[in-house]
């Protein structure tokens, strides 16, 4: 059963304009760690054959899974962003927020043996590298609500113009 995202703003990628290049994961990964490491990375590329090609990143769900899942109580989720936390004194390395989350968007940190996900670079006053350094404009910081409006106006434009081509 995959969990339903929530009112809160995530990272999501159009599968359409992503061409798997790698570079969210980089970027990612250099800005959190300083290095340019794929495997440190926040953000995770998925491939299924030729056929889809997509990223994903923490997806903030309401009521969070991974934090309802956390024994240790080293998982909180901001109630106004929806930004899941962790508390380096709590985190053990249990994994049981990995297995909780239903997008896989949560590493653990080999050398700190701790829980990581997209924190959408809140320390950054320009917002998530990813989106800025994606060089097809995949990414994109968005909400449920607005994800579905922008569907809606394709939808409608899609009936006037008719399909893209």
Request: hydrophobic share 30%; proline share 4%.
């Amino acid at each position: 059963m995959v969990t339903s995202t929530s009112k809160y703003a995530y990272i999501a990628c159009d599968a359409e304009k992503c061409i798997g290049c790698q570079l969210c994961e980089y970027i990612c990964s250099y800005t959190k760690t300083g290095e340019y490491n794929t495997y440190r990375s926040r953000i995770r590329t998925i491939r299924v054959d030729e056929i889809l090609i997509t990223a994903v990143a923490c997806r903030t769900c309401e009521d969070a899974p991974c934090v309802i899942a956390c024994t240790r109580d080293a998982l909180t989720q901001d109630s106004e962003t929806g930004i899941i936390h962790v508390d380096a004194e709590r985190c053990d390395g249990c994994a049981w927020c990995i297995e909780a989350c239903d997008f896989g968007a949560i590493s653990i940190n080999p050398a700190t043996k701790m829980a990581e996900m997209c924190d959408q670079c809140q320390d950054k006053e320009d917002g998530p590298q990813c989106v800025i350094w994606c060089p097809k404009d995949a990414l994109e910081l968005t909400t449920p609500d607005q994800r579905a409006q922008k569907a809606r106006r394709e939808l409608i434009h899609e009936e006037i113009q008719g399909p893209k081509k």
